[in-house]
């Protein structure tokens, strides 16, 4: 399967900072990038859809000035969680999709995830 | 109605046991069904497709029922590494959303010496 890596793998930080997550494809090119969110003991929900050269796209109730998303190559997303606050606790995923017919259709490989904690 | 609901354990069962999972969708427009396993802590990995002929993957094997918006898992003779959280996902397809991914909550499965 494909390869797709985050960093860091999990961060502490002060309530009010901002952090930047990444998400890179190591052995493709993806076009197209997706951003989660677990809660514990929750399902993941999807957070934005971001394509490469363009902006990204927000789901429902995601606030886009709060969780800025750049997918500024074809293998490197960013996630920065601006002014945190202990909600926004929680474990982050990446997932990237490999271009059409590679692993087939629709199918996406996720990164290890980013567990963050705002004190 | 969730989008994706399944049931969410845990199915506690022994070394070698058949365990089946049942997982029902409520759009119509789904195109594509997976299966992924999540263990603790750690981010999901695709565990097999799912199409409507059914497939088989060494001891699991998968169907999706279009018409009753119903897909299963069903593990034979299960190992003590099969232990995890199995995600029901459905794709998106829909309302301008190519290929987005809705996961169910999961399934918890421990199997016991």
């Known amino acids: 399967g494909a390869v797709v890596s985050q960093h860091p793998s999990w961060v502490i930080c002060k309530s009010g900072t901002s952090v930047k997550i990444e998400c890179r494809s190591l052995?493709?090119?993806?076009?197209?990038m997706f951003w989660y969110r677990q809660f514990p003991k929750q399902s993941l929900m999807l957070m934005a859809t971001?394509?490469?050269?363009?902006?990204?796209?927000?789901e429902q109730g995601v606030e886009k000035d709060k969780f800025l998303i750049n997918h500024a190559s074809l293998t490197l997303s960013t996630l920065t969680v601006t002014s945190a606050h202990p909600e926004d606790s929680s474990f982050y995923i990446c997932?990237?999709?490999?271009?059409?017919?590679?692993?087939?259709?629709?199918?996406?490989?996720f990164g290890p995830g980013t567990r963050l904690t705002v004190l | 109605r969730k989008e994706v609901e399944q049931d969410p354990g845990p199915f506690n069962v022994p070394e070698g046991a058949t365990v089946a999972f049942n997982c029902t969708y409520s759009?119509?427009?789904?195109?594509?069904f997976f299966w992924y396993r999540q263990d603790c802590r750690k981010e999901p990995k695709l565990l097999m497709s799912?199409?409507?002929s059914g497939n088989e993957d060494g001891r699991f094997t998968a169907q999706l029922n279009r018409a009753s918006q119903y897909i299963s898992l069903l593990i034979r003779d299960s190992k003590l590494s099969d232990s995890a959280t199995y995600l029901c996902?459905?794709?998106?397809?829909?309302?301008?959303?190519?290929?987005?991914?809705?996961f169910g909550k999961g399934t918890k499965l421990s199997v016991k010496p």
């Open positions: 997932s990237a999709r490999p271009p059409a017919g590679r692993f087939g259709t629709d199918t996406q490989y």
């Open positions: 052995d493709f090119q993806a076009t197209t």
């Open positions: 971001s394509n490469e050269g363009s902006k990204a796209t927000y």
């Open positions: 759009n119509s427009a789904s195109q594509s």
């Open positions: 799912v199409y409507s």
């Open positions: 996902v459905a794709s998106k397809n829909y309302g301008g959303s190519q290929g987005n991914l809705i």
